[in-house]
């Protein structure tokens, strides 16, 4: 099992970024349930819809708009675990999920790599999936496998399932899928449970995790509904992440952004804990600036690092695993 370091203690025991004061933590939190219930969540799945309702939750299926009261949002909260496993084919590299522990997976689903022989930009490939899958194994440095590339020569209906293909037949480390659809979901499901020995082992120790994302500003699609739904009902972990634009889909002031970030999230949380309580979830964000000259989104700029430190506290307040993508 891998245990990576943790992050810096008030002792002052490795390295912390604290840019964010507990005071301005709970004022970030108490905007971000006004918006839940006064705004709500535009929400683009029947089912979801039902589950929601079902949860407390106020719904007008007229505009697919979920309000959240307070309380259920609390109640959502508390119940995800606040550590877990990541499993893998490999017992050595099961990764615990938790606390201030740091680790680290490669970025995920580019559609376009540089060619190691020609140097040549070209549109990403099944092989490169295996090839990044076999880097990650290797490395001690990487925890887990994140979905690495869109293999853009496939058929795109299923390109997940081939990108699952080629991750487990590569790594034995946790792999992070991106199913699609209810459908997709099952079947990555079934090829899980097959690698794991059967679906009563994959809910024992999920060897695999989704990736998710609401789409700002404040709405979540179908297809990321259907797989939070799918999972939570096996047990399997869910990163609901986030990837507001300040200034594009989201307001231009860190602040607004996080407040939009955090409903967005939640939001998703609160759908994989209705579903079925205790499911592992996973605070997640891609979440940055807009660049404003060229309206494209900037990874790696300062904003998105002050942003990361704040979800990452944002988390830290809810007892949640964190993910943070942009390093």
């Keep these: 099992m891998r245990r990576s370091k943790a992050a810096g203690e008030m002792m002052h025991e490795g390295m912390g970024i604290s840019c964010i004061s507990d005071a301005a933590i709970d004022r970030i939190h108490e905007a971000t349930l006004e918006v839940l219930r006064h705004t709500g969540i535009k929400v683009y799945s029947d089912d979801a819809l039902d589950i929601y309702h079902g949860g407390g939750c106020i719904v007008d299926k007229s505009t697919r708009t979920v309000y959240f009261p307070a309380h259920v949002v609390e109640d959502c909260i508390k119940s995800a675990p606040s550590s877990f496993i990541l499993g893998a084919r490999n017992p050595e590299h099961d990764f615990v999920m938790g606390g201030k522990r740091v680790g680290f997976c490669n970025f995920s689903c580019g559609v376009q790599v540089v060619d190691l022989e020609s140097g040549i930009i070209r549109e990403s490939t099944k092989q490169d999936t295996a090839d990044v899958a076999k880097l990650v194994d290797y490395l001690d440095q990487y925890d887990i496998l994140d979905c690495p590339v869109v293999p853009r020569e496939v058929n795109q209906e299923v390109f997940c399932l081939h990108n699952y293909e080629a991750m487990t037949s590569n790594t034995s480390k946790h792999c992070s899928t991106a199913p699609h659809s209810f459908r997709h979901a099952e079947l990555m499901i079934e090829m899980a449970s ?88 996973i605070y997640g964000s891609s979440t940055t600036m807009m660049e404003m000259r060229r309206g494209t989104a900037v990874v790696g700029c300062p904003e998105m690092a002050m942003l990361g430190a704040c979800v990452a506290a944002m988390a830290r307040r809810y007892r949640l695993p964190s993910f943070l993508a942009g390093s």
């Excluded at 690698?195 to 990321?224: F, H, M, N, W």
């Excluded at 990163?239 to 002031?253: D, E, F, H, I, Q």
């Excluded at 996080?258 to 579903?275: D, F, K, M």
Aim: with cysteine.
């Design 194 to 281: 097959a690698v794991a020995g059967g679906k009563d082992k994959l809910k024992q120790k999920p060897i695999i995790s989704a990736d998710v994302c609401p789409q700002s500003p404040l709405s979540i699609a179908r297809e990321t509904c259907e797989t939070i739904i799918a999972y939570a009902r096996y047990d399997i972990p869910v990163n609901v992440l986030s990837m507001a634009l300040a200034g594009g889909t989201s307001p231009v002031t860190l602040a607004g952004t996080l407040v939009t970030h955090n409903a967005e999230v939640l939001a998703g949380i609160c759908l994989s804990q209705l579903t079925k309580r205790g499911t592992p979830n």
